[in-house]
């Protein structure tokens, strides 16, 4: 709906709108926008036939026979403007509810949001429930850094915080081996450790985004060594050899991460704060003078907010009710 938003008001011509829509639901994301324009007319009237007359389109009164581009353009814009309707309808009886949280509660996400970003948490606030931006925007900015870090500390160093991160890891088929490797790092986060406790985050943060990609069919597992795979479902083949995805830098440049928007701010984490360049400093031996809370801190939230999108495709996760963390639950 936010993709047909933005292009609904660009007013495109009937040709680009049925471009971008496209290329929007191509399975393979390397074929670009600018490759989509130099197909001919009678080639994109094809395909916008065949997305209008899926089922799951839902479109109504089509003709039989081939659409036009403009006739493209008008049905799915009409189908936004419906949809849209029925959801303000099914939104009325909530609207009271709403007010109140435009009016006791955006200032504060949006202030919590700006603090988090600020201090090296982005990647904090697809888990946060609103009570939690609440307190982070409560936070004055004296020694703010300082005091964001301390609140994330003294939380993930809690039993039931572990406790919490193994139900997760327990539910899912793929990660559950992984988790006797994070206990101890979690053990030694606890204690302070820090010097045992990062590398271990860092290296399983890696391996998590890349058993994302084998659950999600994009790569596959093979001898201790990750193969990119082609659209039909097989190793890529290039230059006469198998596709090997090296390094966390060509996990997060994965096109199935980019699709992903709610890892936005954890791939944003790892780039723009330079997360990898210091992972790899420290992994590789060139840093020794890593032991900081905070990077302990970071890297063990990041693994907190991966671990339901890596499972993502596997039986839901069930997380005790009785957990007293200002952290917002998975929906399944």
Wanted: hydrophobic residues 40%.
């Amino acid at each position: 709906m936010e993709f047909l938003s933005n292009i609904i008001q660009q007013d495109l011509s009937p040709r680009d709108f049925t471009i971008k829509v496209i290329r929007q639901t191509l399975k393979n994301p390397r074929l670009g926008e600018k490759k989509v324009k130099e197909f001919p007319d009678d080639y994109l009237i094809m395909i916008a036939t065949k997305i209008a007359k899926d089922r799951r389109m839902n479109l109504k009164e089509l003709p039989t026979g081939r659409i036009t581009l403009e006739l493209f353009k008008l049905k799915i814009v009409e189908d936004f403007i419906e949809t849209n309707r029925k959801a303000a309808s099914l939104l009325k009886p909530y609207l009271p509810w709403l007010k109140n949280f435009q009016e006791n509660w955006i200032k504060d996400i949006d202030q919590g949001e700006k603090i988090l970003k600020e201090c090296g948490y982005r990647h904090t606030g697809q888990i946060l429930r609103k009570e939690g931006f609440r307190i982070f925007a409560n936070i004055g900015p004296n020694v703010r850094d300082a005091r964001v870090t301390n609140a994330w500390l003294n939380l993930t160093r809690q039993n039931w915080f572990r406790d919490e991160l193994k139900e997760r890891f327990q539910n899912s088929a793929m990660l559950r081996s992984r988790w006797k490797i994070l206990e101890k790092a979690w053990e030694a986060h606890q204690r302070r450790d820090y010097l045992l406790s990062i590398p271990v985050f860092l290296t399983q943060i890696e391996g998590i985004l890349g058993d994302a990609l084998v659950l999600n069919h994009c790569a596959r597992s093979k001898n201790g060594k990750l193969f990119k795979l082609d659209s039909d479902g097989t190793i890529l083949i290039e230059n006469g050899k198998q596709k090997e995805i090296i390094g966390i830098s060509s996990i997060i440049e994965h096109p199935y991460f980019s699709r992903i928007s709610r890892l936005d701010e954890a791939i944003k984490f790892l780039r723009k704060d330079e997360i990898i360049v210091e992972r790899n400093a420290i992994l590789h031996g060139r840093k020794v003078s890593y032991g900081r809370a905070k990077l302990s801190t970071q890297s063990l939230l990041l693994i907190y907010a991966l671990i339901r999108d890596a499972a993502e495709f596997e039986p839901p996760i069930v997380i005790p009710s009785s957990s007293l963390i200002p952290i917002e639950k998975p929906t399944s």
